[in-house]
């Protein structure tokens, strides 16, 4: 299956410090991709890196087989929408009008919206299970309305790949297994998701492959079991990553002790 985003040694340098050392990455449509790791492991540079929003010091990110920096920026939010927890801060607008900012990539943000924008914005809210609260003032929602506002503005963007960074971030468990749902749902359409992911029980639940990142490189890629077997994750969190097969669950159940 070929690849929508696709980087190759791909680095980023903040003033004299490289953050980003030689990053290969692939990400396929309806794949979903847990980047994992430690803190300030340069996981949520990376995907401002592939998003065009940092400047690149070195090595190629391309989008739809086409290089990054040969993309207008709307025809680039129609490829790749990024959601970050901050941006569902406090705000005035309801989250109609908080998801239509996803059409402005198709419309600018003088144009009138079109039948078409309409039905996307409709469609967002429905599939985030929202639509109930689109008249509702963004700052009166509790965080996981919130996060599921922000996952619907990306959405309305109709991209190929939806970014995440720490998408669970302050999410209590009833909201975090209702957005990997959604997240699911959306996977389901060809969709692919490539998320920021702290819990690792949950990333290896969830995702198709981890990445894990580490100082500001890949240190092990491939199916959840694999990379958190791996001496590098060991290594890397500084713990003992023990599996336990749960009768009746398709997936493991992992238990972290401290001490590699």
Same mark, same amino acid.
């Given at each position: 299956?070929?690849?929508?985003?696709?980087?190759?040694?791909?680095? @980023?340098?903040?003033?004299?410090?490289? @953050?980003?050392?030689?990053?290969? +990455?692939?990400?396929?449509?309806?794949?979903?991709?847990?980047? @994992?790791?430690?803190? #300030?492991?340069?996981?949520?540079?990376?995907?401002?890196?592939?998003?065009?929003?940092?400047?690149?010091?070195?090595?190629?990110?391309?989008?739809?087989?086409?290089?990054?920096?040969?993309?207008?920026?709307?025809?680039?939010?129609?490829?790749?929408?990024?959601?970050?927890?901050?941006?569902?801060? %406090?705000?005035?607008?309801?989250?109609?009008?908080? @998801?239509?900012?996803?059409?402005?990539?198709?419309?600018?943000?003088?144009?009138?919206?079109?039948? /078409?924008?309409?039905?996307?914005?409709?469609?967002?809210?429905?599939?985030?299970?929202?639509?109930?609260?689109?008249?509702?003032?963004?700052? =009166?929602?509790?965080?996981?309305?919130?996060?599921?506002?922000? %996952?619907?503005?990306?959405?309305?963007?109709?991209?190929?790949?939806? +970014?995440?960074?720490?998408?669970?971030?302050? +999410?209590?468990?009833?909201?975090?297994?209702?957005?990997?749902?959604? +997240?699911?749902?959306?996977?389901? =359409?060809? %969709?692919?998701?490539?998320? *920021?992911?702290?819990?690792?029980?949950?990333?290896?639940?969830?995702?198709?492959?981890? *990445?894990?990142?580490?100082?500001?490189?890949? #240190?092990?890629?491939? &199916? &959840?079991?694999?990379?958190?077997?791996?001496?590098?994750?060991?290594?890397?969190? /500084?713990?003992?990553?023990? $599996?336990?097969?749960?009768?009746?669950?398709?997936?493991?159940?992992?238990?972290?002790? $401290?001490?590699?």
């Amino acid at each position: 299956m070929s690849a929508i985003v696709e980087a190759r040694g791909l680095t @980023v340098q903040r003033g004299a410090r490289e @953050v980003l050392h030689g990053i290969d +990455l692939d990400v396929a449509a309806g794949e979903a991709l847990a980047l @994992v790791g430690p803190n #300030a492991a340069g996981k949520s540079t990376l995907l401002r890196a592939l998003t065009g929003l940092l400047r690149t010091s070195g090595g190629t990110v391309a989008v739809g087989g086409r290089p990054l920096r040969s993309w207008s920026r709307d025809g680039l939010a129609r490829k790749l929408a990024l959601v970050t927890s901050e941006d569902e801060a %406090v705000s005035p607008l309801t989250v109609r009008e908080r @998801v239509a900012i996803g059409r402005y990539p198709y419309t600018g943000p003088f144009l009138p919206l079109r039948p /078409a924008d309409h039905a996307a914005i409709a469609h967002a809210l429905a599939m985030t299970g929202i639509a109930a609260l689109a008249e509702r003032r963004v700052g =009166t929602l509790s965080a996981g309305e919130r996060q599921l506002a922000a %996952v619907a503005r990306g959405l309305a963007q109709e991209p190929q790949v939806l +970014l995440l960074d720490e998408p669970a971030a302050h +999410l209590d468990i009833g909201h975090q297994l209702a957005l990997f749902r959604v +997240l699911d749902e959306i996977r389901a =359409t060809g %969709v692919a998701i490539l998320a *920021v992911v702290h819990d690792l029980q949950r990333a290896s639940d969830w995702a198709d492959r981890l *990445v894990l990142v580490a100082e500001g490189r890949i #240190a092990a890629s491939g &199916p &959840p079991r694999e990379v958190l077997a791996s001496p590098a994750a060991a290594a890397i969190f /500084a713990v003992r990553i023990e $599996e336990h097969a749960v009768p009746g669950r398709t997936a493991p159940l992992y238990s972290f002790r $401290e001490g590699s």
